[in-house]
């Protein structure tokens, strides 16, 4: 679905002017069929025959697995999925005629059915190839004993994180190296490494036998569990920055530039850089806040104050660009245009001399 996908947008930015507007919109339609007819024909091949076997073990794993706060969405998720499988085999059971109008209606109808799949079989695969692995556990005292040189690692500067993930429980479990007398040890943590109250859990030679040995990772969540990867809306049309700053270089009158100005600050459906900047740092800053971690909040607090110093600049853009227009001046004549191509010499015209060497005085010794 991927490869599928890229090409469906390859062919579609054909489709489309310079500001990301469909003006082909013949062409779009037929790429997008394309993509219906690709997505269920791979379907069909590859995913059908194995699907209820999939879902069936999915399940039998999910139900082994010990409560957590993700269970119950990845329930629902394996629910979603059967329904969508039953409303795609019943179009590969009762296909509409081929090349016909009802078969292009079946397809786009079915379209919402494949991209779900394309979105969320990653779940469905990793539970059925969960295997739980056993856990190596400390005894109390060395699991004490190995916080304690950890926690004194991270005062001094000499905690190294590596990797996080959470395991099937929903703990956060964290590989680092502990640096102690210029020797490092792979230690795993339980916990949020930045919150108190982490702990221990493990100590390894290396990173590779630290992963056979501790719980293995579970898919990570999504910011917007609304989003799809492969069903997309249309992006509203945008003018580049780039574009900006030549149309700023080329102007002439103060109007060109004061509307190149409006255009960068512009609010709403056609939004300029500026308030898309705003709109990044407000969905980083949702995102970092949404790790639940106490660093994950920290850099969340200063994106919100980014958003705010970039929203209060798209206001003073805005008000110098329409003082810029209201001044309705021009460039003065004498800023003019540099020559770029010289006269060529005139046929009957003897080309310079260079002029001869002086001869060089004696060096006196």
Do not use: K
């Amino acid at each position: 679905m991927a490869v599928i996908d890229r090409e469906t947008e390859t062919a579609l930015d054909t489709t489309r002017d310079r500001h990301g507007r469909t003006v082909h919109h013949h062409a779009a339609a037929a790429a997008r069929a394309r993509r219906n007819q690709a997505a269920l024909h791979t379907y069909a091949t590859c995913l059908a025959p194995h699907a209820d076997e999939l879902l069936t073990a999915a399940r039998r794993a999910l139900d082994a697995l010990p409560p957590a706060r993700h269970t119950a969405g990845w329930r629902a998720l394996l629910d979603s999925l059967t329904a969508a499988h039953t409303e795609i085999i019943t179009v590969l059971d009762r296909p509409a005629a081929p090349g016909s109008a009802a078969e292009s209606e079946q397809h786009t109808a079915v379209w919402p059915h494949l991209a779900a799949w394309a979105d969320h079989s990653y779940i469905v695969t990793h539970l059925a190839d969960q295997h739980r692995q056993p856990e190596v556990s400390l005894t109390d005292e060395e699991q004490q004993m190995w916080t304690e040189l950890a926690q004194a690692a991270q005062q001094r500067g000499e905690l190294d994180l590596i990797e996080s993930w959470y395991a099937a429980d929903g703990r956060p479990i964290t590989l680092a190296y502990l640096i102690e007398d210029q020797t490092s040890t792979v230690i795993a943590l339980a916990g949020d490494p930045d919150a108190p109250g982490w702990e221990v859990i493990g100590h390894y030679s290396n990173e590779y036998v630290a992963g056979q040995a501790l719980p293995p990772a579970v898919p990570p969540g999504v910011l917007r569990p609304d989003v799809s990867r492969f069903n997309r809306p249309e992006s509203a049309p945008e003018v580049s920055l780039q574009e900006l700053i030549r149309d700023v270089t080329e102007a002439r009158a103060a109007g060109d530039v004061s509307e190149a100005l409006l255009t960068a600050s512009q609010h709403g459906y056609g939004a300029g850089p500026l308030p898309r900047l705003q709109e990044l740092l407000e969905i980083a800053g949702r995102f970092a806040h949404a790790l639940e971690t106490v660093q994950g909040r920290q850099i969340g607090g200063r994106l919100a104050a980014l958003g705010r110093q970039v929203d209060f600049l798209t206001s003073e853009v805005r008000e110098a660009a329409e003082d810029l227009g209201a001044t309705v001046a021009v460039l003065p004549p004498h800023r003019t245009p540099r020559p770029r191509v010289r006269p060529r010499p005139a046929l009957d015209t003897t080309p310079p001399v260079p002029p001869g060497r002086g001869s060089t005085p004696a060096c006196r010794r």
